[in-house]
């Protein structure tokens, strides 16, 4: 089983910047692709970021993209989100999330057997 553990969040004004982080621990192996999703009360968990740990690659959701960076750190078994020029539609739970298979790394929701418990973010005007 793999364990995950987000934190970083908070609250921050329209333009600034959070780094989130999710610590991955037990069979952290199995863990081939990662992702973070958010959520807002009464919508659908959204994908926002995700990282193949094979090959490195990154993609991002279309309301993030440019303002937010994915990366992993292998020796600390640790997960990013580096979110910058923030606006009050970022606020949501923020979730992450990985998965063992090493030949597919998308963000849709069931793909993923293992979650981190959520940290907020909120960002106000």
């Known amino acids: 089983q793999v364990q995950l553990a987000g934190s970083g969040g908070g609250s921050v004004q329209v333009g600034g910047s959070l780094r989130l982080s999710c610590v991955a621990s037990g069979d952290t192996y199995k863990t081939k692709c990662m992702a973070w999703f958010r959520q807002v009360p009464g919508k659908q968990r959204e994908g926002i970021a995700r990282?193949?740990?094979?090959?490195?690659?990154?993609g991002y959701g279309e309301y993030v993209q440019g303002r937010f960076t994915i990366s992993q750190d292998n020796a600390k078994n640790t997960l990013y989100l580096e979110m910058n020029s923030l606006r009050v539609e970022d606020t949501a739970m923020y979730y992450c999330?990985?998965?063992?298979?090493?030949?597919?790394?998308?963000?849709?929701?069931?793909?993923?057997?293992?979650w981190g418990q959520g940290t907020q973010v909120t960002v106000s005007s």
């Open positions: 999330a990985a998965h063992p298979d090493p030949y597919y790394c998308g963000m849709i929701e069931s793909d993923f057997p293992w």
């Open positions: 990282i193949n740990l094979e090959n490195r690659r990154t």
